[in-house]
């Protein structure tokens, strides 16, 4: 049961380059999300998705792209990236509703100098 | 605004003492709430959560939670921690007509450290 899966674990980039952050899970769930975890500062929403096709902005939305083509897969893009976006990023899915626990990929560390 | 609060952010415990971590929220409204668990090195997953009846709510590895609501308060409770309970805790509420998890708030976590 592999859940969510999330890759790469590690990135380094250079100021300005672009990559995907794939993630994908296997319980057909209707909710996914991308977070960014920073010391001191919690977990913050970037982008999430109520089901294919459909997207919208979280609390951290700028410098990040994502779209959802498919139940499964929804990817994050960081389009020119830039040091203040070293982070650790989780990808999450749900079953719909506000009492549905959220299932967490094992994150990507990336790193941009 | 809405918001959680966890009072501790960093715990150091011996081995066999009693936890008690601290979850206030501020939210107009019914609530679901949660607490998730991060082992070093790994993902978020969930150690309990109440969405409704017993405000009492057991979760995995010998955790429990209370919820009170005259205090808006759902604290993590475990009577004798482990060292392999080292981790960091996070707090979680969801408003109950929230639809799904887009507006989930989360505390800022509290570290736990336990010494053997």
């Known amino acids: 049961n592999a859940g969510v899966t999330q890759t790469p674990k590690f990135q380094v980039l250079k100021t300005g380059q672009s990559m995907t952050l794939q993630c994908a899970q296997d319980?057909?769930?209707?909710?996914m999300s991308w977070y960014r975890q920073d010391p001191g500062m919690g977990l913050r929403l970037i982008h999430y998705?109520?089901?294919?096709?459909?997207?919208d902005q979280g609390e951290v939305p700028n410098g990040y792209n994502v779209s959802r083509s498919t139940t499964e897969d929804f990817p994050l893009r960081l389009l020119s990236a830039a040091p203040s976006q070293t982070s650790v990023y989780f990808c999450a899915s749900s079953r719909q509703g506000a009492n549905s626990p959220l299932h967490f990929g094992n994150g990507t560390r990336l790193t941009v100098t | 605004a809405q918001s959680v609060s966890q009072h501790n952010h960093h715990v150091i415990l011996s081995e066999a003492a009693s936890l008690e971590l601290g979850c206030n929220y501020s939210?107009?409204?019914?609530?679901?709430l949660f607490w998730y668990v991060q082992y070093p090195g790994q993902h978020l997953q969930l150690l309990l959560k109440?969405?409704?009846?017993d405000p009492l709510v057991k979760g995995i590895k010998g955790f429990e939670a209370e919820f009170i609501k005259s205090k808006f308060s759902f604290n993590l409770r475990k009577p004798s921690v482990q060292w392999s309970d080292t981790a960091e805790y996070f707090c979680a509420v969801n408003g109950e007509n929230a639809g799904n998890n887009r507006k989930l708030i989360w505390g800022l976590g509290t570290s736990l450290a336990v010494n053997p």
């Open positions: 109440y969405f409704s009846g």
């Open positions: 319980m057909n769930h209707e909710y």
């Open positions: 939210y107009g409204g019914t609530v679901n």
């Open positions: 998705s109520v089901g294919a096709g459909i997207t």
